[in-house]
């Protein structure tokens, strides 16, 4: 009987403070097993995106080949987007001159660019550089090598170094590095152009074929997931009935990772972005605003 008892005393169940160890053990165990899940979920979608990308170049040096239309067939992406602009040209849309597949989460995924007339691959990360493609994985900041802007040479490659997180190239902290360098393009800081049209309220083209990315501001997107194209219309009409087929002046303040020219027009005197900012066609682009002093 005595040992009855004790039996069924034994078997009144846990304690509160097991209860708890025991929730607690599950739920460690339960975020070590989901961030792994997430990590090869990762995996997958920048296996699938280098897979696509690399598609898209055989397709259409395929096409050229045969002398075909150069469009390619859109891939189906999981966490990546093909950023086309509606236009599947292998040589880019009008806005770049790049095919390119852009992650949602930019900062652990790597972008991927492919340029038809190079053939080239490439891949970069948020703030970051990249390994070659198709390894594409992110170099830390340990393990970059500082540069000198006498060894880099290139205005233009100076850039893409300030872009992937080399800010000391940055001494004067304007968003433009190593100035003293000559620009590949050989384009003046200053200068007049004359405009051939605009893609929409910040990019236009000069009639030579330069791209311009208006500075300091950005407008509403025609397509895209964050696209306000009612907005975005007004804003590429307002300024094409500025500056279409008009001399301007721009002031070339650097150069992006799509090759466009990042500079300031004026036109009779008034400064383009600050108009479009206070006719509401524009909002100031806040992480790239150093370099107008309208803007800071």
Known sequence: MYSFKKLKRSNNGFSLIELIMVFGVLSILGIVAFSRFLEVVRKAEKVIAANAISSIKIECESKNYLRGDLIYTPANLIGYAIDNEGINKCTGNEKFSLVSIIPKDLKNQPSFFYDFESGEISCIYEGSEATAFPECRKIPLSEREKQRCADIGDWSKAQKFLQAGHS???????????????????KPEIGEITIKGCYDGDTCTSSEGEKIRLACIDTPEIRGKRAKPNEAI??????????KGKKVSIRRVTEDKYGRTVGELSFNGENLQELLVKEGHAEIYKKYSKPCKWAS
């Open 234 to 243: 007004a804003a590429k009409n307002f300024l094409n009935e500025k500056i």
């Open 168 to 186: 000391y190239l940055d001494r004067d902290k304007d968003g433009v590095a190593c100035e003293a360098l000559g620009r590949k393009s050989n």
